[in-house]
């Protein structure tokens, strides 16, 4: 199965915002709301970050947010901070019944 | 606390079969579908599929069936990745993760790395 597109680094200066985008098709990303983002340190398990779009598991920051246009969703970071510096992951569920994952975005922290 | 605990590392040789545990505690084993993730060195996430652990049924990728095998011990609340005929395309990270929701993994194991080599 076709994984998601994400781009391959984004970065930011500490306080900034950045924005990570995962583009997929109508029968993924833009079919359903069930698009989840994950944060993934070096040697790390991924941690849910965002879940059904939008919703945020408890414990984590709420400067983290997610939305989503069409077949696009979106990550940003506000207030970016050192120990924001990892690998996301987006992810979708599809009309095949399955969960495909994006390419992967390292974002790096100026 | 919701915990899920892999076992470790493998070092096997090309042909040879391997079997990866996840125990799961601090939450009833039956009442969440159990994925299994696979990470490539220095390479994204690619989900192979899951288990319903009230049936035991599992559901596999295109690509993941055949030598790939999931399977639970209930009573020990533990579920199983095993890998047959290994290939060095198999090295890799492997990864447990609970299914919360569609397609959200709430909790995850701390991985497995796999390496094949001779």
């Known amino acids: 199965q076709s994984a998601l597109t994400q781009p391959a680094s984004v970065s930011g200066s500490p306080g900034q915002s950045i924005t990570i985008s995962c583009t997929g098709t109508g029968s993924d990303v833009g079919g359903y709301n069930y698009v989840s983002w994950y944060q993934q340190h070096p040697g790390k398990a991924p941690k849910l970050m965002i879940y059904?779009?939008?919703n945020r598991p408890s414990g984590v920051s709420n400067r983290f947010s997610g939305s989503k246009s069409g077949n696009t969703a979106s990550l940003t970071i506000s207030g970016l901070q050192a120990e924001d510096e990892a690998d996301y992951f987006c992810s979708s569920y599809t009309s095949r019944r399955s969960t495909a994952f994006g390419t992967g975005t390292k974002v790096t922290v100026l | 606390q919701v915990q899920l605990v892999q076992s470790g590392s493998e070092l096997k040789k090309p042909g040879a079969s391997v079997k990866v545990s996840c125990k799961a505690s601090g939450y009833t084993f039956t009442s969440k579908a159990m994925n299994w993730v696979r990470q490539a060195p220095g390479q994204g996430l690619e989900w192979m599929g899951w288990i319903n652990t009230n049936t035991g049924n599992p559901t596999y990728v295109q690509g993941f069936a055949g030598r790939f095998v999931f399977s639970l011990d209930t009573s020990v609340s533990t579920a199983y990745l095993q890998i047959s005929s290994l290939e060095a395309e198999d090295t890799a990270v492997y990864y447990c993760?609970?299914?919360?929701?569609?397609?959200?993994?709430?909790?995850w194991g701390q991985g497995t790395l796999v390496t094949v080599s001779s």
């Open positions: 059904d779009v939008t």
């Open positions: 993760a609970r299914d919360v929701a569609l397609a959200v993994f709430d909790y």
